[in-house]
């Protein structure tokens, strides 16, 4: 069973920078990675999607800002998250496109 676990979520300055990580243990990272937040009280969206040779698609929110990548030697998918906002402010999670596997996620909160 592959377990799938977030890093790097933290506090941040409205500008700022943070890279979250999720490692696969137990197996391989699925082809086609994703990570996606929910903010308190709002749905869930889908953030970033990356395929195991390395496209990449985002949200309208987050392109141009947000750099998904993913070291399958290292069996990580990355997130790096710059010019953050506070609307940003999320749970973040990584999981596999069908959704069957899920990180416990991480917490990135943006101060204004």
């Known amino acids: 069973q592959v377990r799938l676990v977030e890093s790097g979520g933290g506090l941040v300055q409205t500008g700022g920078s943070l890279r979250l990580s999720c490692a696969a243990s137990g197996g391989s990272i699925f082809s086609v990675m994703a990570w996606s937040r929910q903010a308190q009280g709002k749905q869930r969206e889908l953030v970033a999607i990356?395929?195991?040779?390395?496209?990449?698609n985002y949200a309208d929110s987050v392109k141009g800002r947000f750099t998904i990548s993913r070291d399958n030697a290292k069996n990580t998918v990355y997130l790096q998250m710059n010019s953050l906002k506070p609307e940003d402010t999320a749970v973040y999670y990584c999981?596999?496109?069908?959704?069957?596997?899920w990180g416990q996620g991480t917490q990135v909160t943006v101060s204004s």
């Open positions: 999981h596999d496109v069908s959704g069957r596997y």
């Open positions: 990356t395929s195991y040779s390395g496209t990449t």
